[in-house]
Nanobody
Framework: QVQLVESGGGLVQPGGSLRLSCVAS????????MSWYRQAPGKERELVAT????????NYTDSVKGRFTISRDDHKNTVNLQMNNLKPEDTAVYYC???????WGQGTQVTVSS
């Protein structure tokens, strides 16, 4: 049974930081690239970052470059998203996603507000 379980969301002030984690099970995690997506109210789901197999490649949407860092730990079947200098426009539900397999997590809410 495939599972992707996100955690780490919450309420943070502008300029603050959060670290999201996604623990995967039920498939061979190390064989797949992983992504983080987000969806703000009334907007389409947006690709935020992708990390390739062995972490050899990392790609980010322009709006988060220099602020967010995606990483993976294949021993723990985990993909992380370190988010620094958060802005109100980062407010969204964040989802992890298994590239090529189409697996989604349930999402974790991130709210950036003073």
């Amino acid at each position: 049974q495939v599972q992707l379980v996100e955690s780490g969301g919450g309420l943070v002030q502008p300029g603050g930081s959060l670290r999201l984690s996604c623990v995967a099970s039920g498939f061979t995690f190390s064989n797949y690239a992983m992504s983080w997506y987000r969806q703000a109210p009334g907007k389409e789901r947006e690709l935020v970052a992708t990390i390739g197999i062995l972490g050899l490649t990392r790609n980010y949407t322009d709006s988060v470059k220099g602020r967010f860092t995606i990483s993976r730990d294949d021993h723990k079947n985990t993909v992380n998203l370190q988010m620094n200098n958060l802005k109100p426009e980062d407010t969204a539900v964040y989802y992890c996603y298994t590239v090529s397999r189409g697996y989604w997590g349930q999402g974790t809410q991130v709210t950036v507000s003073s």
